[in-house]
């Protein structure tokens, strides 16, 4: 009995033994393929970095500004008997606007241009007077000084009158009326807004360390998110003489010719101020700068031999980046003309990653200098 027990303990023990062989056997073959296993490769977008000639600016915040722009008000108040303009339309120089009630003025210039009928009646006669030596030179000069005084007073009523009829100061586009017929205007109450849209300022600030590049002429380009991929071009057209106190900056006009009018007064833009000289630098594209908090990277490709077998391998470099043009950003230190660099595909990237190139995927926007997106 003992030695049946003895033989079937044997044998247990002999079938786990054989059984723990294999999984070792098992652990160690999948341990060898594990360590044997290559990724494939990954796919990834790539662009050259290349030398290009940048136009130096120098970049702002502005807004629009009428070169002559008014609310359109009356000097004396009155009631409106007329109004003689449309909501928006173009107007000239000296265009009626509103009419105020002259009535009563118009009644008083007549008594006083007769006044004054009768004060030139009065000299003619003292004229003749005096040459006969019939009256004195003092009555003829209080005659004569009576015909001027009467003038006078018609000429300020007339004045009066005219000032009832509101007119256009300058050429320009009327806004929205604000006025209604036999409304009682007051002095300064506003009639319309008149604004001259050709040509118009934008003014803007730039930090005092940049004044010394600065000169009247020089190119400015403006865009604004009303009109997606456009661009403006005007000129510098005045800088202040002071700095600003509190800022240090100083205060810099641009005039546009405005042609078609589409700047309009108050509206907001992105200034570039283009400077003379332009600068080489390497440009890449934004989309192969990883943004970190301890450096911008990207990612070079370059050949690596193994086994007598060439692959491409991703290798991290550190870079320090300079300005933003369009979709590009320069470089100006970590990187070389002719390094190919990943521009999509770069966070499933680690340093010594295998990888391999593909750039024509038909839904990839190709960067450019002056981009236009369609849905900006």
């Known amino acids: 009995m003992k030695k049946k027990l003895i033989i079937g303990l ?6 786990a033994g054989a059984l723990g062989l294999v999984k070792v056997l098992q652990i160690r073959a999948l341990i060898a393929s594990g360590a044997a296993f290559v990724p494939p490769p990954e796919t990834v977008a790539t662009a050259t970095a290349h030398e290009e000639q940048w136009q130096d600016t120098l970049t702002a915040i502005g807004s629009v500004n009428a070169a002559q722009g008014v609310i359109v008000s009356p000097e004396i108040a ?3 008997t007329g109004i003689a303009f449309e909501s928006g339309a173009t107007v000239n120089q000296g265009d009626l606007i509103v009419k105020l009630d002259a009535s009563s003025e118009e009644a008083q210039v007549r008594a006083a241009e007769a006044q004054v009928q009768l004060a030139k009646l009065n000299l003619d006669r003292t004229q003749k007077l005096r040459a006969d030596n019939t009256v004195s030179q003092a009555e003829l000069d209080q005659a004569d000084a009576t015909l001027k005084q009467n003038q006078a007073n018609a000429d300020a009523i007339r004045a009066t009158i005219e000032k009832k009829n509101v007119r256009a100061p300058f050429a320009g586009r009327l806004g929205i009326r604000l006025v209604n017929l036999g409304e009682q205007l007051d002095v300064g ?3 319309v807004s008149l604004q001259a849209l050709t040509p118009v300022f ?4 730039l930090p005092q360390q940049e004044l010394s590049q600065l000169q009247t002429g020089l190119v400015v380009q403006v865009t604004s998110d009303s009109y997606p991929g ?7 057209a005045a800088i202040n003489p002071d700095l600003n106190a509190t800022t240090r900056s100083v205060q810099l006009r641009a005039k546009f010719a405005n042609a078609d009018q589409l700047l309009r007064p108050g509206m907001f833009v992105r200034v570039s101020v283009v400077l003379p000289q332009a600068q080489p630098v390497l440009a890449v594209p934004a989309t192969a700068v990883m943004r970190a908090p301890y450096g911008d990277a990207v990612y070079v490709i370059e050949p690596q031999v193994a086994n007598g077998v ?3 391998v991703a290798q991290q470099k550190f870079i320090r980046t300079g300005r933003a043009h369009g979709d590009f950003v320069s470089v100006e230190s970590g990187l070389k003309a002719g390094d190919r660099v990943v521009t999509a595909g770069i966070f499933k990237l680690h340093n010594g990653s295998s990888v391999q190139e593909n750039n024509t995927a038909a ?3 190709k960067p450019s200098l002056s981009p236009a997106p369609p849905n900006s």
């Open 189 to 191: 109450k506003g009639i």
């Open 363 to 365: 839904d990839s926007p």
């Open 10 to 15: 044997v044998v247990v023990v002999a079938v």
């Open 230 to 236: 456009t661009n403006f071009t005007g000129e510098l």
């Open 78 to 80: 009155g009631t409106v």
């Open 310 to 312: 060439t692959k491409l």
């Open 202 to 205: 934008v003014d803007f600030s």
